[in-house]
């Protein structure tokens, strides 16, 4: 009788514990789900920005069309002449920065004030070969 009492707090003791050790790996698998999916959209984001570099890289740009996309966005912080206002002086930006650094500062809005652009490659394009012509 007492020998099957002991047994009951035994097993309800160690049954506390399995109990916490559950408690324990639900919140780390919680943890390392919730990594899991942050990393994989850092990773399918910076798929996608590849992708996109590579194509804005591809494709040929105009001077003139890039020429009004800059006076339409970008003359507010960086001045009508590129030679900076709230933002840095552009010229010779191309010289400094290499053309996926340019685009990346473009799109991804990591400095701000400056926002980030949702624009389409061959924009991305024309607006490059713009900035290559500030020297
Ligand atoms: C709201 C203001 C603002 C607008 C609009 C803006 N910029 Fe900027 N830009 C900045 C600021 C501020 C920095 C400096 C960020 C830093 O590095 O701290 C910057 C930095 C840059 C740089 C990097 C300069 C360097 O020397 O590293 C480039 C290239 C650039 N901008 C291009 C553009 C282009 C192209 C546009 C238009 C599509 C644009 N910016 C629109 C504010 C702006």
Redesign the pocket.
Known sequence: MTRQQFFVTTSSSSAAEKNHIKKFWKHWFIVFVTICIFSGLFFLNQKENNTYILKALELKGSVKEGDT??KM??V???GVTARGF?????HS?TQ??DDKK?IK??IEGQ?????S?D?DPQNMSN?LTY?HTLR
């Open positions: 996309l800059f966005n970008c507010g912080c960086h709230l933002g840095p002086d552009l930006i400094r920065l340019i500062q473009v400095t701000p004030p400056m926002p652009f624009i607006l900035l």
